[in-house]
């Protein structure tokens, strides 16, 4: 099952992501015409109208990378970076004992080497993406039972979580 990409996530996440200063956010389908809408979206901020009408849009823009499957994500920050991507997933309703954000937030600041975190969205992460994994995040947790979050607000959560001062 693929969970549809959404105009708003394109927007909000590539904005957390340039704030809290992650080299590239990376938007994964299969389906190719969502493949072709994302890039229509990235076009029109970095080089049509709205790259003029919004230099900040177009700044948090330059670092989003689409792509068909998580390998070839691997494979492209192997080339950026030199080194296989270490692998931390998160959602709401892992099955795999989690690290807390405390652990993961001393780990990222001593390790140098690349990490990918992977948020599910719609139905979660296939089982597959959750196997491979090096590190399993705790989900994001309110003051209530309900936990249902946007994957914008769990990546805004998550991320500050991770990287905030």
């Not at 708003?8 to 590239?24: C, E, F, K, N």
């Not at 080194?83 to 001393?106: E, I």
């Not at 296939?126 to 995040?137: E, F, M, R, S, T």
Request: glycine share 8%.
């Amino acid at each position: 099952m693929t969970t549809a990409v959404a105009n708003m996530d394109v927007h909000d996440i590539s904005r957390v992501a340039r704030t809290y200063g992650m080299q590239r956010f990376y938007i994964v389908t299969p389906i190719e015409v969502q493949r072709v809408l994302v890039q229509s979206i990235l076009d029109h901020w970095q080089q049509g109208y709205g790259a003029t009408y919004n230099p900040s849009r177009r700044e948090a823009f330059e670092h989003v990378c689409v792509k068909e499957n998580f390998a070839m994500v691997g494979n492209d920050i192997e080339v950026v970076s030199g080194r296989r991507p270490r692998l931390v997933v998160t959602g709401a309703s892992l099955k795999r004992s989690p690290t807390s954000f405390k652990k993961m937030k001393g780990i990222l600041e001593r390790d140098d080497r690349p990490y990918l975190i992977i948020f599910g969205t719609g139905w979660g992460l296939a089982d597959g993406i959750v196997d491979q994994a090096d590190y399993c995040l705790e989900p994001v947790r309110g003051s209530s039972d309900y936990n249902h979050l946007s994957v914008r607000s769990a990546a805004a959560v998550v991320l500050d979580r991770l990287f905030g001062r």
